[in-house]
């Protein structure tokens, strides 16, 4: 994570490192599913697969197909929305409502 740069405690105490975890996939989807680029902070990734969150992206679609993967736009604002949204909530369940991590979520549709 980025505020994990130079932090040697962190390191040494939390086995945080600077390095990112990625992965290099083809985008070209031939118009038929919309592409969206998500970046989100550790308090998502805590209780959300990338799996889930990618299904939740793809759920949040404008249009009156919003239910279908084609024909409808994804909207960036619902998906993060409802993204956060889920990651609070499964936070308050787990800590019984004490606690979450940050959270943030960035959606860029391509």
């Known amino acids: 994570m980025s505020r994990a740069f130079g932090d ?3 390191h040494k ?10 992965s290099c996939i083809n985008m070209e989807s031939g118009g038929q599913m919309p592409v969206a680029f998500m ?7 805590e209780f959300i697969t990338a799996d889930e969150a990618a299904k939740t992206v793809c759920n949040s679609r404008t249009g009156p197909s919003s ?3 084609t024909g409808s736009k994804i909207d960036p604002h619902r ?14 369940i787990d800590t019984e409502g004490a606690i979450s991590d940050d959270i943030s979520v960035l959606i860029q549709v391509l």
């Open 79 to 92: 998906a993060a929305e409802t993204l956060s949204q889920e990651s609070w909530n499964r936070w308050m």
């Open 67 to 69: 239910n279908s993967e």
């Open 8 to 10: 040697l405690i962190g």
């Open 39 to 45: 970046i989100c902070s550790d308090g998502v990734w």
């Open 13 to 22: 105490e939390a086995g945080i490192t600077e390095q990112p975890d990625y």
